[in-house]
T-cell receptor, first 114, second 117 residues
């Protein structure tokens, strides 16, 4: 079963506008969530994370929101830039019980058009 | 930042042969390495977790005799796909961590594309 889901395989946004990438999870034991960015033929690179005790974490143009009751998180990128075009994966971990094990979503391919 | 390399980046082999993929942490000592597999348009699926000097812990459904993992040193882990078949064709990615309890400290390699003919 897919414990972490990204239901939108792709997203296209105009440069300068906001990109919103969504992620849902089913396991209530997850207590740490991360977003990774991945270019073709490269490994994922860490972008931003959020602990389950918070509902928002901001880092420059990137903000992650967590809604625990809905088991939903989202990544906001504003303003979007063409260099943001990549595949974005959300990942979750049960850090207390499972240590560093990450469960990934299927990814959303973001395309930012000039 | 921490650098993790994988070798080879791409390999094509005949069905029935074995393929070894190396994962190296270049500028830090990785107490834990993770091996993932990614199918096209799918998520990265964790295959196994390996700690230096001990046996790997495999995820449910992953055949340990099929995917042999050796974490011989703090900078090197290898994944050997034994008697490879076309269905083993995939993108294999490793990650390395010196603080395995902290998910952010997993640094990913660039991946290895395996094609079994």
């Amino acid at each position: 079963d897919q414990q972490v889901k990204q239901n939108s395989p792709s997203l296209s946004v105009q440069e300068g506008r906001i990109s919103i990438l969504n992620c849902d999870y089913t396991n209530s034991m997850f207590d740490y969530f991360l977003w990774y960015k991945k270019y073709p033929a490269e490994g994922p690179t860490f972008l931003i994370s959020i602990s389950s005790i918070k509902d928002k974490n901001e880092d420059g143009r990137f903000t992650v929101f967590l809604n625990k009751s809905a088991k939903h998180l989202s990544l906001h990128i504003v303003p979007s830039q063409p260099g943001d075009s990549a595949v974005y994966f959300c990942a979750a971990s049960d850090a207390y019980n499972q240590g560093g094990k990450l469960i990934f979503g299927q990814g959303t391919e973001l395309s930012v058009k000039p | 930042g921490a650098v993790v390399s994988q070798h080879p980046s791409r390999v094509i082999c005949k069905s029935g042969t074995s393929v070894k993929i190396e994962c190296r942490s270049l500028d830090f000592q990785a107490t834990t390495m993770f091996w993932y597999r990614q199918f096209p348009k799918k998520s990265l699926m964790l295959m196994a977790t390996s700690n230096e000097g001990s046996k790997a812990t495999y995820e449910q459904g992953v055949e340990k005799d099929k995917f042999l993992i050796n974490h011989a040193s703090l900078t090197l882990s290898t994944l050997t796909v034994t008697s490879a078949h076309p269905e083993d064709s995939s993108f294999y990615i490793c990650s390395a961590s010196d603080s395995p309890g902290l998910s952010e400290t997993q640094y990913f390699g660039p991946g290895t594309r395996l094609l079994v003919l």
